[in-house]
């Protein structure tokens, strides 16, 4: 009999584990080649995946809402449609919820029973886990608090999801701080909001909440702030993305040492060649054409020139990247925002990047993209000027060194240098700005790249033909 394990796939370089959203088979089910077995998240795309084979679904290892790391095995699948199906197998691995497993969830106790067990816990479970004899005392006292430290929730019988329990191991919430967090969820549950509301207020104090330096360089826990509500005020709960966002901005704020430059630009004869050739290439290509295939193609040869843009930073190394892949962000009808990223953008001619970059936000705005359509970034573009806004300070986008922003180009009065002498003309101009990590860039290489994009944008060819 063939198994085939199916491991949860890396979504990008960064993605260490993602959530199993929904799983859209059962075991025992028979399945085609790419026919969609779960929908995963992870903190930079929702998306379905395809099974890479034919059979019966056997084995379903993780439920819904378990956060996964990557690699590990999920599903098991007979490619010749044989086996038993097991709905829930003794080895699944610690993510099944209070439905798959009923016997393991325990009922609801009096507040002072819980208190009894949590200051008494089972010797046998004690036994079996720390591999001791049980002893009275201090040193009694001691291996309980070992134990409850190594094994969140594995004395006082409360139930934690996968993923509660994972944001516990990271952020070293102890068995007796879990314990003590008030569930807003069904019986008392604790629910991932709960778990980020008491880190939230545990950063507070002076020596809590701290994240660990490893995994976080740079990252401490921010006190909350009081919020006096007003009458009229409405609460509107962040969605998942939203958080997401929230989290990475915080986060590379911490990381990079944030610097922002800026340059005026002169993309007259970009205007004018764009004013008489998008017509005609809508008709042609069945494409709108904006400015950003423009602002792509600068940027690339600028990367090029100056690799040292082109990059990212691990510990005390500098990691220069051979590729040239360039993200831009995407606004959602949701409001939040999705970076898609165009591979190789240096070897496209600039029809190329208009044809890659409208197909990549059509996919984003109808929730199509790809995992692979959104990473492996190594720089990234947010374009202000779609909202009509003169200029921004980007944040960057971890783990890139540097994030470009380009403006609205409005039409302004210049002096303009002629061979007869200086003379005031209506230009079309724009601010370009560039945010970077002055860890590893310097002013020098900040400035001169910024520039080196302006000047490209400003020598575009209003002749050129496309």
Request: glycine share 6%; net charge negative; hydrophobic share 40%.
């Amino acid at each position: 009999m063939a198994n085939f394990n199916l491991v949860m796939p890396k979504l990008g370089e960064s993605v260490q584990e993602a959530t199993i959203i929904r799983w859209a088979v059962k075991p025992g089910d028979m399945i085609e080649e790419d026919d969609v077995l779960l929908e995963i998240a992870t903190d930079k795309v929702d998306s379905e995946i395809p099974s890479p084979v034919a059979g019966k679904v056997l084995k379903v290892l993780f439920a819904e809402n378990a956060l996964v790391p990557v690699g590990e095995v999920i599903a098991i699948i007979n490619t010749e449609g044989e086996g038993e199906a097991e709905a829930a197998p003794s080895e699944t691995k610690a993510a099944e919820t209070p439905e798959e497993k009923p016997e393991e969830t325990p009922k609801k106790k009096p507040a002072d029973a819980i208190a009894k067990e949590a200051k008494e816990p089972d010797a046998s479970a004690e036994l079996k886990s720390s591999g001791t004899q049980p002893a009275d005392g201090p040193e009694s006292e001691k291996q309980e608090t070992a134990m409850e430290e190594e094994e969140p929730g594995s004395e006082s019988g409360r139930f934690y999801s996968p993923l509660v329990m994972s944001i516990a191991q990271k952020e070293k919430i102890s068995t007796k701080e879990l314990d003590s967090i008030k569930g807003t969820g069904e019986s008392g549950r604790v629910r991932k909001q709960d778990v980020l509301k008491y880190l939230d207020e545990r950063g507070k104090k002076p020596a809590a909440g701290k994240l660990e330096q490893a995994e976080q360089p740079g990252k401490t826990a921010m006190p909350k702030v009081s919020i006096n509500l007003q009458p009229g005020d409405e609460v509107v709960q962040m969605d998942r993305m939203r958080k997401i966002i929230a989290d990475h901005m915080v986060m590379s704020k911490h990381t990079s040492a944030h610097v922002t430059n800026f340059v005026e630009a002169d993309v007259t004869g970009l205007a004018i060649w764009r004013e008489k050739t998008k017509d005609e290439f809508i008709k042609r290509e069945k494409l709108k054409l904006t400015f950003m295939p423009a602002f792509l193609e600068a940027t690339a040869k600028a990367l090029k020139e100056y690799p040292g843009v082109n990059a990212s930073v691990d510990g005390d190394k500098i990691i220069l990247r051979k590729n040239i892949n360039i993200g831009f962000a995407v606004a959602l009808k949701s409001g939040n925002l999705i970076v898609p990223v165009i591979k190789n953008a240096d070897q496209k001619s600039l029809i190329g990047l208009a044809v890659e970059m409208n197909r990549l936000t059509e996919a984003a705005r109808n929730n199509q993209l790809s995992p692979d359509d959104i990473q492996g970034g190594t720089f990234t573009i947010s374009n202000f000027g779609t909202f009509r806004n003169t200029t921004g300070t980007p944040i960057i986008n971890q783990p890139q060194v540097a994030i470009l922003a380009t403006g609205n180009i409005e039409k302004k009065p210049a002096v303009i240098e002629t061979p007869s002498g200086d003379v005031i003309a209506i230009r079309h101009k724009m601010i370009l700005s560039l945010s970077y990590d002055h860890r590893v860039v310097d002013g020098a290489l900040g400035g001169i790249f910024l520039r080196r994009i302006a000047d490209l944008l400003e020598e575009f060819d209003m002749n050129r033909q496309v």
